[in-house]
């Protein structure tokens, strides 16, 4: 089956015609309403013919038609507009977006790390592809020659006795059944449960592929595996797979055969009607990117990725209150020596809503300082190609007289930075800049004093 691939980026709006047929559309609206509920946000629209991405990459599959969105991470210094550009230049900008979001996700931990590596990007053209060859590659490095053995309970009947003879059924065998012995055994085999699920991610692959060279490769790996029986994998599959030091290296393919199949993905396969899809929010990408990025780089600080607050108590006449309803979870609770710092939260906004702060976000990162009983507030975006550059820098707000021993002025710094997430060739930045960590570094030790406002 041919498909044709559609190479759009994200939050594109109406920069392309849609070629759907009508059957397609239902199928792209279907798709769209799983997102919507699960999500509560929209992946991709057609309005009079023209097709809408927003925040969420990757690819989608409908019927012949793949749509591959992808992030907005190429040349850094490209201020030109997407809707001027070539067919080539567009393809020269995917192939960069593809690695960097292979790069990205990886860092990030939201796709299993490959041995591999970068330096296999060939043929494919489009990060679905891509990924399936540097799955298949790593499957055939950790598998090598042989497929992975476990001992494996098996009961038959046998001409001599193995393991342990089941007395309760031998003991109602009928006369002319005695000469053999029901037996509970285990057995060195192959066919386990690991392998089933692997035998079924490359059948799962070959459905989905149009590249000839994974689609083969995965036909010939599946076509080893005739000794290992076909199994339905449902979701509480995982609990039959148990990790020790002989299989710990197939860690990273069962994530990825899990995500295949289940995880990040939206799939429906009943009657003609059908789609997959293998995406992933950027929203979400973006803030567990910050997390490890901080982490590797301020390493006199502990960053907790979303843990929980609550910012109102019950009241008590006496003053003796705990938090205890209004639950939040900010993306980063920032802490040095144990105690709270500071709150951080990650929007990606490519368009940095014209450079100013919003007011939803200010009173939200207020919240967010009441829950955490600290005074700093830091809301991080990316620094993106061709994007308004952020022109409100903070807030310093002071809050009502609060009682707690005694009154007390309560003041709250709310900083807005952009963080740089390419080098200068273009590539995903595994540690912040030099000029990125001496700014979060200085926020998160300035004190809460007005006189320090000149400080944004």
Do not use: W
């Given at each position: 089956m041919f498909v044709h691939t559609l190479a759009l980026f994200e939050w594109e709006k109406g920069t392309k015609k849609s070629s759907f047929s009508d059957s397609d559309l239902r199928i792209l609206k279907k798709f769209n309403d799983s997102i919507q509920r699960a999500e509560k946000s929209d992946a991709l629209t057609i309005t009079y013919g023209k097709i809408y991405t927003y925040s969420f990459v990757g690819v989608i599959q409908i019927g012949t038609t793949r749509i591959e969105i992808l992030p907005k991470l190429f040349d850094p210094e490209r201020n030109q507009s997407l809707t001027t550009l070539s067919e080539k230049e567009r393809e020269q900008l995917a192939t960069t977006a593809r690695k960097n979001l292979f790069s990205l996700l990886s860092f990030a931990g939201m796709i299993p790390y490959y041995k591999s590596g970068m330096s296999q990007y060939g043929k494919e053209r489009d990060?679905?592809?891509?990924?399936?060859?540097?799955?298949?590659?790593?499957?055939?490095?950790?598998?090598?020659?042989?497929f992975h053995h476990e001992y494996m309970a098996e009961s038959d009947d046998l001409s001599h006795i193995k393991g342990k003879l089941n007395f309760q059924q031998q003991a109602v065998k009928l006369p002319s059944q005695l000469h053999t012995f029901s037996c509970t055994f285990d057995e060195f085999s192959i066919d386990n449960p690991l392998n089933r699920l692997i035998k079924a991610t490359l059948q799962r692959i070959q459905d989905l592929c149009r590249n000839e060279e994974n689609k083969k490769r995965a036909f010939n790996f599946s076509s080893l595996m005739h000794d290992i029986q076909d199994e339905e994998i449902n979701p509480a599959y995982l609990s039959q797979l148990h990790f020790n030091r002989l299989n710990e290296d197939f860690k990273g393919i069962v994530e990825f055969c899990w995500m295949?199949?289940?995880?990040?993905?939206?799939?429906?396969?009943?009657?003609?009607?059908?789609?997959?899809?293998?995406?992933?929010?950027?929203?979400?990408?973006?803030?567990?990117?910050?997390?490890?990025?901080?982490?590797?780089?301020?390493?006199?600080?502990?960053?907790?990725?979303?843990?929980?607050?609550?910012?109102?108590?019950?009241?008590?006449?006496?003053?003796?209150?705990?938090?205890?309803?209004?639950?939040?979870?900010?993306?980063?609770?920032?802490k040095e020596q144990g105690a709270s710092i500071g709150v951080i939260d990650t929007k990606y906004k490519p368009d940095l809503s014209r450079g100013y702060i919003s007011n939803v976000d200010t009173y939200q990162m207020m919240a967010y300082c009441v829950a955490n009983e600290s005074d700093k507030a830091l809301l991080l975006y990316p620094?993106?190609?061709?994007?308004?550059?952020?022109?409100?820098?903070?807030?310093?707000?002071?809050?009502?007289?609060?009682?707690?021993?005694?009154?007390?002025?309560?003041?709250?710094?709310i900083f807005a930075r952009s963080i740089q997430m390419l080098d200068e060739k273009g590539r995903i930045l595994k540690r912040l800049t030099k000029e990125d960590e001496e700014t979060v570094r200085g926020l998160l030790d300035l004190k809460s004093n007005p006189k320090n406002i000149s400080s944004f």
């Open positions: 990060f679905f592809e891509f990924l399936i060859a540097l799955f298949l590659t790593d499957l055939e490095t950790v598998i090598g020659p042989h295949i199949l289940f995880g990040s993905t939206y799939s429906v396969e009943q009657g003609p009607q059908s789609y997959y899809a293998l995406i992933f929010d950027m929203n979400l990408v973006f803030e567990k990117y910050i997390t490890k990025l901080l982490r590797h780089s301020l390493q006199e600080y502990t960053f907790h990725y979303q843990e929980d607050l609550h910012l109102a108590s019950d009241h008590h006449p006496e003053f003796v209150y705990a938090r205890n309803k209004k639950r939040l979870i900010p993306d980063i609770i920032v620094k993106l190609p061709a994007q308004d550059e952020l022109k409100e820098r903070g807030h310093f707000i002071v809050l009502d007289k609060l009682v707690k021993e005694k009154k007390t002025d309560r003041c709250v710094h």
